[in-house]
T-cell receptor, first 115, second 116 residues
Framework: AQTVTQSQPEMSVQEAETVTLSCTYDTSESNYYLFWYKQPPSRQMILVIR??????QNATENRFSVNFQKAAKSFSLKISDSQLGDTAMYFC????????????FGTGTSLTVIP | GAVVSQHPSWVICKSGTSVKIECRSL??????MFWYRQFPKQSLMLMATSNEGSKATYEQGVEKDKFLINHASLTLSTLTVTSAHPEDSSFYIC????????????FGDGTRLSIL
């Protein structure tokens, strides 16, 4: 079974600063996908960034980037130039390749951006 | 693209009634849809996976007779909470995926269900 762990229940960051959210996972699979989803107070789940395990290069989407360490089974999210709109719950998720089935979600990190 | 619409967004009903929640993929064909339940300040818990034209696969501990799932077309899946009780009050979220098994899930906006 796959497990996803987010060890930081709550975090805060000053506006315009950088923050890193941690995520570790446990799997025996070699091919899989990792995702970060954002859930603002509106409760909508928004895909932030995605990483294919077979790619060594870390994914980047504007102010969001990941540090993917496959051997360590670590997948942290870095948010640069934090904005007030980044305030949300952030969930790390794991999906096995070629199953199209279950997402394994972490317990989430509540991020507050302080003006 | 990849828009998933969920309706209603909020429903309040009396204990003992049945409530239907719809999940529609608006601009793609959703081969597979997923239903999640989320309690306050907790993560999403997968309830069931439904594939178009076949019976849903329920996760362990989820009562299939309580939570009826129908995926009759490639753009619509419904979750019916039968004989709802206050403990069924929760936030229910659907997601959908297209043909490719390696695509991310696209989520609906969720339904807040309150049973009085």
């Amino acid at each position: 079974a796959q497990t996803v762990t987010q060890s930081q229940p709550e975090m805060s960051v000053q506006e315009a600063e950088t923050v890193t959210l941690s995520c570790t996972y446990d799997t025996s699979e070699s091919n899989y996908y990792l995702f970060w989803y954002k859930q603002p107070p509106s409760r909508q789940m928004i895909l932030v960034i995605r990483q294919e395990a077979y790619k060594q290069q870390n994914a980047t989407e504007n102010r969001f980037s990941v540090n993917f360490q496959k051997a360590a089974k670590s997948f942290s999210l870095k948010i640069s130039d934090s904005q007030l709109g980044d305030t949300a719950m952030y969930f790390c998720a794991f999906m096995k390749q070629n199953t199209g089935n279950q997402f394994y979600f972490g317990t989430g990190t509540s991020l507050t951006v302080i003006p | 693209g990849a828009v998933v619409s969920q309706h209603p967004s909020w429903v309040i009903c009396k204990s003992g009634t049945s409530v239907k929640i719809e999940c529609r993929s608006l601009d793609f064909q959703a081969t597979t849809m997923f239903w999640y339940r989320q309690f306050p300040k907790q993560s999403l818990m997968l309830m069931a996976t439904s594939n178009e034209g076949s019976k849903a696969t329920y996760e362990q501990g989820v009562e299939k007779d309580k939570f009826l799932i129908n995926h009759a077309s490639l753009t619509l899946s419904t979750l019916t909470v039968t004989s709802a009780h206050p403990e069924d009050s929760s936030f229910y979220i659907c997601s959908a995926r297209g043909d490719s098994t390696n695509q991310p899930q696209h989520f609906g906006d969720g339904t807040r269900l309150s049973i009085l």
